[in-house]
């Protein structure tokens, strides 16, 4: 991918890569890989790996100073609403990232919860490589723009609710049931793990998620089966 066809993809992210190729790295999916063994550059999940850690940081901050009367617990929910997969997800829409995602074909045709994880996998990607492209404060800047914008939905909604509590709540209230989470599917090697599960409402499949734990996926679910059921709007899944 050359350096001109990302121009665009920087403009609209606000930073302009010094080494392009870290930015090209941070857009290369795993499954890529597969059908394209020579590409030079590798894949992504170090560089998520980064910034991850990078993103979790400027947020911590940012709440640390801005609500200095916040207990602790309440800000873990807030952090954890802020850089989960839904949030990071819709965030991309913003440059259209998915338009600059290196994918194997099977991954590109699939446009479902799955790409909705790696989007928000390349974003933090895309922290990792600008973190070491050009230090600290780009990606704070970053952050700022396109992240913490979602701060104040988030405390006005109670959008940070565990959506896993939060769907026992609803079922328990409307319909009387407590929901069931059943393993449907697990693959990968062990240091990367993907698990797929179901969650019922009696024998009814009300959602499904996918996550790298178990409890990620249950919680994807539950946040999946909230909105099937258009109970209680969106949540935060942790």
Request: charged share 25%; proline share 4%.
């Amino acid at each position: 991918m050359s350096s001109q066809k990302l121009a665009p993809l920087q403009e609209r992210i606000g930073y302009t890569f010094k080494n392009s190729k870290l930015l090209e790295q941070a857009l290369t999916h795993r499954s890529y890989l597969n059908e394209h063994p020579d590409w030079p550059i590798g894949h992504n999940e170090r560089l998520e790996f980064l910034g991850d850690a990078v993103l979790e940081l400027i947020v911590t901050e940012y709440l640390f100073a801005q609500y200095p009367e916040t207990p602790e617990g309440e800000m873990t929910n807030w952090r954890a609403a802020l850089v989960n997969a839904n949030i990071l997800s819709e965030i991309t829409a913003d440059f259209d990232l998915n338009d600059y995602m290196l994918l194997s074909r099977g991954e590109a045709r699939d446009t479902g919860r799955a790409r909705q994880y790696i989007l928000a996998n390349a974003i933090e990607a895309i922290i990792g490589a600008m973190y070491l492209d050009g230090g600290y404060e780009p990606c704070k800047t970053f952050v700022a723009k396109f992240v913490l914008t979602h701060l104040s939905e988030i405390i006005s909604k109670k959008l940070y609710r565990d959506p896993k509590s939060l769907l026992q709540e609803e079922a328990q209230d409307r319909i009387g049931v407590t929901p069931t989470y059943r393993v449907m599917e697990e693959w990968g090697p062990d240091h990367a793990r993907q698990f797929k599960i179901a969650v019922y409402l009696g024998k009814e499949l009300a959602g499904e998620g996918q996550g790298e734990s178990k409890q990620d996926a249950q919680q994807a679910a539950a946040e999946d089966a909230l909105q099937n059921k258009h109970w209680a709007g969106r949540s935060a899944a942790q």
